[in-house]
């Protein structure tokens, strides 16, 4: 529940309290998790519930859609955030944060080729920035594509990204971690 929580998966982790209390009815650190995580629910909720009233009277703010979208993604509604991602991004084409975090839930959902798309219009956008093309490469190697992601890796380390104990500790990596291009690419570093 409390990793669910941090990583802004609320109803799931509630679901995730509610059951160690069923299991230990007097366990005080669940009732406590239960309690804040139920209050950040209904601050959501309320979140969601003004955004939508602003949107009657601003229905072409791409920011609001992008908000809802958040805030759907804190609930686990992934459907609903997708859908708002996608109205902020009809209103704003070259709006990187409503691409980037659909591009997110494509991943989540190994939608790969429609995350590409995305992170390809980021590029577009913000052609200096590293993150696009870090993606790109875990793509990749989510993929078991050796030679594209560490191509991508490569962009993106020409580009800034220096965090090296990051590419080294990265789960999405992993798929092309035994690979010898790999392992050559990280060698002295």
């Known amino acids: 529940g409390v990793a669910l929580a941090n990583t802004g998966k609320v109803e799931d982790a509630i679901a995730h309290f509610r059951k160690a209390l069923q299991i230990d009815p007097d366990n005080p650190e669940a009732l406590d998790n239960l309690e804040k995580t139920m209050a950040t629910l209904k601050e959501i909720d309320e979140e969601i519930k003004k955004i939508k009233d602003d949107l009657v009277l601003n229905p072409e703010n791409p920011v609001l859609y992008y908000d809802l979208g958040n805030l759907y993604k804190m609930k686990g509604k992934f459907d609903q955030a997708i859908n708002h991602y996608q109205k902020a991004i009809a209103l704003n084409s070259e709006f990187p944060e409503a691409l980037y975090h659909l591009a997110k839930l494509y991943i989540t959902r190994t939608e790969y080729e429609k995350a590409l798309s995305l992170y390809q219009q980021i590029q577009t956008i913000l052609p200096d920035n590293p993150a696009a093309d870090y993606n790109i490469a875990c793509i990749y190697a989510r993929q078991n ?44 570093h």
């Open 145 to 188: 594509k050796p030679g594209e992601s560490i191509s991508w890796l490569k962009k993106a380390i020409g580009k800034g990204f220096d965090d090296w104990k990051h590419i080294k500790t990265d789960s999405d990596l992993d798929n092309i971690r035994g690979s010898s291009v790999y392992r050559e690419f990280i060698k002295g």
